[in-house]
């Protein structure tokens, strides 16, 4: 029994999603505190799409894809554990290359990507990642991975199978939820004929149960979701079309079952991942990339937007109407030849001391960490 609710899969029958609501945490007055540094190390050439959860004992598990460059076959999955006593990064290790993902699936893989973390309230941890056998990202399948050691060792990969036609061009990269029966929902998306998001409920054991489809068309992908209710949720998306990109969002009033056509936000997105999360007053957070415009220093005379500025918006009202409040990274002005600064991909965890942790690939080389308290989102907000 967790928090009043008992976590048992039936495979006969799951119930309706209802979604699993962490307990309010009760924070004593703190000073509020801010502190940045890498969590990666420096072992591989290129890093990106990191991920995180909190274990038992404080401590943080961290995990990302490295190697030589995106897409190379050298690409492994790495973790390190940050202790919170001491207040450093472990050195980290590669718990997951292309080889051993093709031993437990039985089939060749080309290169392996998007690692995803969620600890279940049951205990055991749940990492998802995408795995590539033929073409490019566009053509990658979900495969899943349980630890019951909190990271010590994982069970083999087993390959989600989410379509019954070719099973191809599904990804994830942003948070999973709990439902009360103790099944997951993967935020996925999808890159080949059209870009959409979609919300896949599975076992815990890998048996995928159903797929709610988030968005349709061809425009929206990588869907973060902000839970504020056993039935009512909001997802933040990518966009990815061709005119003003905005932070596009969807709403859920039953469990995730079934959203509301998306709408335009009025926060900036330069086709760039984004990552919403609650604080203890259930106010909605969202990390993004809102759109730089080079003026001075336009590379193309329409102005060049980037990944320059890495913000932190607020909203008292589910998203409806947004504030930014502060920038993580914001970038100065430069000269044409200059390189171009690209801060993406940020993902939030949650300490079980109440304490929040943002993730980010900090110009492909580097993961950066930044810690900060409820107190400091009291100052921003």
Not at 107 to 118: E, F, Q
């Given at each position: 029994?967790?928090?009043?609710?008992?976590?048992?899969?039936?495979h006969?029958?799951f119930?309706?999603?209802v979604?699993?609501?962490e307990?309010?945490?009760?924070?004593?007055?703190?000073?509020?505190?801010?502190?940045?540094?890498?969590?990666?190390d420096?072992?591989?050439?290129?890093?990106?799409?990191?991920?995180a959860?909190?274990?038992?004992?404080?401590?943080?598990?961290?995990?990302?894809?490295?190697?030589?460059?995106?897409g190379h076959t050298d690409?492994?999955?790495?973790?390190?554990?940050?202790?919170?006593?001491?207040?450093?990064?472990q050195?980290?290790?590669?718990?997951?290359?292309r080889?051993?993902?093709?031993?437990?699936?039985?089939?060749?893989?080309?290169k392996?990507?998007?690692?995803?973390?969620?600890?279940?309230p049951?205990g055991?941890?749940?990492?998802?990642?995408?795995?590539?056998?033929?073409?490019?990202?566009?053509?990658?399948?979900?495969?899943?991975?349980?630890?019951?050691?909190d990271?010590?060792?994982?069970h083999?990969?087993?390959?989600?199978?989410?379509?019954?036609?070719?099973?191809?061009?599904t990804?994830?990269?942003?948070?999973?939820?709990?439902?009360?029966?103790g099944?997951?929902g993967i935020?996925?998306?999808?890159?080949?004929?059209?870009?959409?998001?979609?919300?896949?409920?599975?076992?815990?054991?890998?048996?995928?149960?159903?797929?709610?489809?988030?968005?349709?068309?061809?425009?929206?992908?990588?869907?973060t979701?902000?839970v504020?209710?056993?039935?009512?949720?909001?997802?933040?998306?990518?966009?990815?079309?061709?005119?003003?990109?905005?932070?596009?969002?969807?709403?859920?009033n039953?469990?995730?079952?079934?959203?509301?056509?998306?709408e335009?936000?009025?926060?900036?997105?330069?086709?760039?991942?984004?990552?919403?999360f609650?604080?203890?007053?259930?106010?909605?957070?969202?990390i993004?990339?809102?759109?730089?415009?080079?003026?001075?220093?336009?590379?193309?005379?329409?102005?060049?937007?980037?990944?320059?500025?890495l913000?932190?918006?607020?909203s008292?009202?589910?998203?409806?109407?947004?504030?930014?409040?502060?920038?993580?990274?914001?970038?100065?002005?430069?000269?044409?030849?200059?390189a171009?600064?690209?801060?993406?991909?940020?993902?939030v965890?949650?300490?079980?001391?109440?304490?929040?942790?943002?993730?980010?690939?900090?110009?492909?080389?580097?993961?950066?960490?930044?810690?900060?308290?409820?107190?400091?989102?009291e100052?921003?907000?």
């Amino acid at each position: 029994m967790i928090a009043g609710v008992f976590f048992s899969l039936n495979h006969e029958r799951f119930a309706s999603p209802v979604f699993y609501v962490e307990p309010v945490q009760s924070i004593e007055p703190q000073s509020s505190f801010y502190i940045q540094e890498d969590a990666s190390d420096g072992t591989t050439q290129s890093v990106h799409s990191s991920t995180a959860v909190s274990l038992p004992n404080g401590n943080l598990l961290a995990m990302w894809y490295g190697g030589t460059r995106e897409g190379h076959t050298d690409v492994n999955i790495y973790a390190a554990v940050f202790d919170r006593k001491t207040q450093k990064w472990q050195k980290s290790k590669p718990i997951l290359d292309r080889y051993q993902v093709a031993n437990d699936l039985d089939r060749y893989i080309k290169k392996v990507g998007n690692p995803a973390l969620i600890r279940h309230p049951a205990g055991p941890l749940i990492l998802t990642y995408v795995s590539v056998s033929l073409a490019g990202w566009a053509s990658s399948q979900i495969n899943m991975m349980v630890s019951y050691d909190d990271g010590q060792s994982w069970h083999a990969s087993k390959h989600l199978v989410t379509s019954p036609f070719l099973n191809i061009s599904t990804l994830v990269k942003n948070n999973m939820v709990i439902y009360e029966d103790g099944t997951i929902g993967i935020a996925a998306y999808h890159e080949l004929i059209g870009e959409f998001s979609e919300l896949i409920r599975v076992s815990l054991d890998g048996e995928v149960i159903n797929k709610y489809r988030i968005s349709s068309g061809a425009e929206t992908i990588q869907p973060t979701i902000a839970v504020h209710s056993k039935e009512n949720a909001v997802t933040y998306m990518r966009d990815t079309s061709k005119n003003i990109q905005k932070v596009r969002r969807s709403v859920t009033n039953d469990g995730g079952e079934t959203w509301s056509p998306y709408e335009n936000t009025i926060l900036d997105n330069p086709n760039s991942s984004v990552f919403a999360f609650l604080d203890s007053k259930n106010r909605s957070w969202l990390i993004l990339n809102d759109a730089v415009k080079h003026v001075e220093h336009a590379r193309d005379n329409g102005g060049h937007q980037s990944r320059g500025n890495l913000a932190l918006a607020v909203s008292m009202d589910q998203g409806l109407t947004w504030k930014i409040v502060h920038y993580f990274e914001k970038e100065v002005d430069k000269k044409p030849e200059d390189a171009e600064s690209k801060y993406s991909y940020p993902w939030v965890t949650k300490s079980a001391n109440g304490e929040f942790n943002v993730f980010y690939t900090w110009n492909r080389k580097v993961i950066k960490h930044i810690q900060f308290n409820q107190a400091w989102l009291e100052e921003k907000a």
